[in-house]
């Protein structure tokens, strides 16, 4: 009788809700270490998303060696310095100025990283793969995580060197890397603007 009345609780849409709006990018972490249960735990919630024709594309790769990660950090930012210089774009000077520190590290110093990836890279797999993201982070939350999306590195992890380096296949295509860690603080709530609604008929 308790089993079924935990399964119901578990299963509350307002659970639920209530991690969709405590999700934060964190940014700032503490140097504990997640254990691999809980990536195991992470890795499961991950392939319960939807996946189109069931074909279930994504792959993954765990990083948590901090030698790794730090090299990895600097060739990301390399690649980003390069592709910035001349571009006029504001964003592109922005990001630029901020990897340009000698100190920053793109992963926050977070000591796991977690990156989705697929040998496919059409429409459907590339959403199938954010899909999967989104469950991670959203059960991350619900450990009393903090995950952040890391754009900056997919250029990084899908040149040979780094493929290489992981021991992947060149066939696959890096697409979604989360960080992961202990929150070091609390992150302020970022406010939403309203759904932009185009049509309702």
Same mark, same amino acid.
């Given at each position: 009788m308790t089993g079924?009345?935990?399964t119901k609780?578990? $299963?509350?849409p !307002?659970n639920?809700m209530?991690?969709?709006?405590?999700?934060?990018?964190v940014?700032d972490?503490l =140097?504990?270490k997640?254990?691999?249960? /809980?990536?195991r735990?992470?890795?499961?919630?991950?392939?319960h998303? =939807?996946?189109?024709?069931?074909?279930e594309?994504?792959s993954?790769?765990?990083?948590q060696? !901090?030698?790794i990660?730090?090299?990895l950090?600097?060739?990301?930012?390399?690649?980003?310095? !390069?592709e910035?210089?001349?571009?006029t774009?504001?964003?592109a000077k922005h990001?630029?100025?901020?990897?340009? $520190? %000698?100190?920053?590290n793109?992963?926050?110093?977070?000591n796991?990283?977690i990156?989705?990836?697929?040998?496919?890279?059409?429409?459907f797999?590339?959403?199938d793969?954010?899909?999967?993201?989104e469950?991670?982070?959203?059960?991350?939350c619900?450990k009393?995580?903090?995950t952040?999306?890391?754009g900056?590195?997919?250029?990084?992890?899908?040149t040979s060197?780094? !493929? /290489?380096?992981?021991d992947?296949?060149?066939n696959m295509?890096?697409i979604? %890397?989360?960080?992961?860690?202990?929150?070091?603080? $609390? /992150? =302020?709530?970022?406010?939403r603007? =309203? %759904?932009?609604?185009?049509?309702?008929?």
């Amino acid at each position: 009788m308790t089993g079924s009345h935990e399964t119901k609780k578990n $299963e509350d849409p !307002k659970n639920a809700m209530a991690i969709i709006y405590k999700r934060r990018a964190v940014r700032d972490y503490l =140097p504990q270490k997640i254990d691999k249960a /809980t990536i195991r735990f992470l890795l499961d919630a991950a392939v319960h998303a =939807p996946t189109a024709m069931h074909e279930e594309p994504w792959s993954f790769v765990i990083i948590q060696d !901090k030698k790794i990660l730090k090299s990895l950090s600097d060739s990301a930012k390399a690649i980003i310095q !390069k592709e910035a210089q001349g571009s006029t774009s504001g964003q592109a000077k922005h990001i630029f100025d901020i990897v340009n $520190e %000698p100190d920053f590290n793109i992963f926050y110093n977070a000591n796991s990283l977690i990156v989705i990836y697929s040998k496919f890279a059409t429409q459907f797999v590339l959403a199938d793969c954010w899909l999967a993201a989104e469950n991670l982070m959203l059960a991350a939350c619900a450990k009393g995580l903090g995950t952040c999306v890391i754009g900056l590195a997919v250029s990084a992890l899908n040149t040979s060197e780094w !493929k /290489t380096k992981l021991d992947i296949s060149e066939n696959m295509t890096a697409i979604a %890397p989360i960080i992961l860690g202990f929150p070091a603080s $609390e /992150t =302020p709530v970022v406010s939403r603007k =309203p %759904p932009k609604i185009l049509v309702w008929k």
